[in-house]
Structure formats: C-alpha cells, structure tokens
C-alpha cells in the first residue's frame, strides 16, 4: 500500500524539520503552502517535501484541505492529514499497514494533547484524520471534519497509534470567530458547530453572547453529554460576569443533569454553591469526586480532582460545622497543592474550629 503525509502550511519555518522527521516512512510527504512570508517552503523543498502552493479566498479550513487532498495523486492509498504542530509516534507505519490489511481504513487514534513532566499523557481525544484517498471530502469553514463523500457508514476501530499535539501558543485565533459565526449560519442546527461558536464567544470573554449561544445551541438535540455540559458551564460563568446570581445557578445545576457522570460538572456546581454560600449543595456536589470516576478526554481539569474537588469538600463541611470532615479533606487538598498558602490558612481555622 501506499500513504501519504499531508498538512497545509503557513508561516511554519520552526516546525518543518520536527514535522518532516515523525513523517518519514511515508510514500508521499505534501504540503500546501497557503501564503507564507517566512522560509517555509524554502525548508520543506530542502528537505525533500513536495511543496505546492494554494491560495484560499476566502479563507476556509475545508477549501483549503480538500485543496491540498486534491494535490495528492490517485495512486496512494492512505492519507494521514498532520499539522504542522503535530508529531506521528515512532514507527507508526506498521500499526496503518495492520489496520488496512484487517479492513480499518479509516481508524481512530489518540490525540495527545498534553504530557506530564515524565512524558505520560495528561491530556488527549480520539481523532480520525487518517483516511482513504478515494471518498472522502472535509467538511466545514472551521474545526473542520473529513468525512466520506457519499454519507455511508464506515466502521471505525482504535487503533495503537498516537499523534502528539505540541500546540503552538504563537499562533492567532483571530480569524476563527467570524468563520464559526460562518459554519453556524450555513449548518444552523449543526450542534458541534453551534457548541464551538459557544466556547469562542467565551475564549473573548463576549458573555452577552455566550448565554444567547448557548440557548440556541441546547434546543438541538444530540452532542457528547460531556459537551452539552461545558456549553451549560460557560452559560453558568457568563451569568456570573453579568452578574445574574439565579441564572449562574440554573445553568450549573443543568450541566450535571445534563452529564450526570462528568464530575467537572459538578464541580462547577459546588463552586457556585459556594459562591452562593449554598453549604448544602456545595457539599454534596463536591462530594461526588468520592463516587465518580475520573474520565480520559481533553475536557478533564486535573486541578479538580488533584486538590480543588477536596478544598470544596472541607469549606463547605466547615461552613457546616463539620470540622473533622473539614480537616479530613483540607489535608487532601493541601498534600496535592502543599504551596497553596490559601489551603494552610484555611487549615488553621479548621483545627481551630475542632478545639472549640
């Protein structure tokens, strides 16, 4: 069989040779430059690269893949879209060649977003922009998705393979906003899209919009629960910043009713219970990290489950006048944050509480 490595290009002088080096081993290593005023293309060509260049007007992340798609021939077989700030795990290509032999032609496989100091994942998802030559098409303005032409269901399968996501914190979003705005007003009742428009209304901090988003986007049915909850989180904090109290609250109890077993959600709950001075609630929505299991996608937030889920737990076991159980989890808290003075100051006024 034959794969190709694709990916378009701007502006990416100092991640050519680390993108090109994980590459290696492909039939066909392309990229599609889209305007880059830096060396770019001059690297890639150097390094053997096929360099081609497209010119997208109106920018759109799907025109500009299914450009680049278009450039790589008929002949090959397996296409792996990777970004430019993206790295392919070392010899990948026998894991592709199993996968294909055994019919999985377009697999699934771990998006490393994040690594701990040790190098483990602390963060990652499930993608699938590895896919068949022939077919396929990628689909919307933005957050863009490859997709079979014809609308058929394929069959996908995990595969053992992993791409490392080494974000670059350099790059703009400025241009991301108006096409999601674009992707909502051509797919209204797309949730995925009305979701993300959600979460970039929140990124710019327009709270206005995030809640008038969000009521649009939860009147569509579908969507990862865990989703549908973060679009009722972001609701809940919006109405914080415009300073709604009971709205704050509707939406935090919603995200937990919409993903019950998100304990993200419920953390959040337990913090504005806690804002709210609701001991009550803050208790027993803090307390559920006791009960639930700690999920694996990139939506987790290890500072909950590390130290913040247990600090609500003893602040409102305080306020409850619950000193032991205060005492209990402040401890947990601090030996998972031991430099958080606030933690030790708040352990003072628990031992205190228990003396009296």
């Given amino acids: 069989m034959k794969i190709a490595v694709y990916s378009i290009a701007l502006n990416e002088e100092k991640h050519v040779k680390r993108w090109f080096d994980s590459a290696k081993g492909a039939d066909l290593i392309l990229i599609a430059d889209t305007g880059s005023t830096d060396k770019t293309r001059e690297l890639a060509r150097a390094l053997g690269i096929a360099v081609y260049e497209i010119s997208v007007k109106p920018w759109r992340f799907d025109v500009a893949r299914n450009a680049s798609l278009a450039l790589i021939p008929e002949d090959i077989d397996l296409c792996i879209q990777l970004d430019l700030d993206e790295v392919l795990q070392k010899n990948w290509r026998p894991v592709l060649e199993e996968a294909w032999a055994e019919g999985n032609i377009w697999p699934i496989y771990r998006e490393v977003l994040q690594r701990k100091p040790d190098g483990s994942i602390a963060s990652d998802m499930q993608h699938f922009r590895i896919h068949p030559r022939e077919g396929f098409i990628w689909k919307y303005p933005i957050h863009e998705l490859v997709t079979p032409k014809s609308g058929a269901f394929i069959e996908r399968k995990v595969i053992d393979l992993t791409i490392d996501h080494i974000s670059d914190p350099s790059k703009s979003r400025k241009s991301y906003l108006n096409l999601l705005e674009q992707a909502v007003l051509e797919s209204p009742h797309d949730w995925r899209m009305n979701h993300y428009l959600n979460r970039e209304y929140f990124y710019v901090q327009n709270w206005v919009k995030v809640l008038s988003s969000a009521y649009k986007a939860m009147e569509i049915g ?45 953390h959040w709950r337990a913090h504005i219970s806690h804002l ?32 913040w889920g247990y600090d609500l737990i003893a602040l409102s076991s305080h306020n409850l006048g619950n000193a032991k159980e205060a005492i209990k989890f402040g401890q947990l808290a601090i030996d998972n944050s031991p430099d958080d003075q606030r933690l030790q100051k708040n352990m003072e006024y628990y031992r205190k509480d228990l003396k009296q």
């Fill in 222 to 266: 579908g969507g990862w629960d865990v989703e549908r909850a973060s679009t009722c989180m972001w609701a809940s904090e919006a109405a914080k910043n415009l300073e709604f109290g009971p709205l704050m609250k509707e939406w935090a109890e919603r995200a937990t009713v919409e993903a019950p077993e998100f304990y993200e959600a419920w």
């Fill in 276 to 307: 709210m001075a609701d001991w009550n609630d803050c208790y027993t929505s803090a307390s559920k990290i006791l009960t639930l299991r700690r999920q694996e996608h990139h939506l987790v937030k290890p500072a909950i489950w590390e130290w």
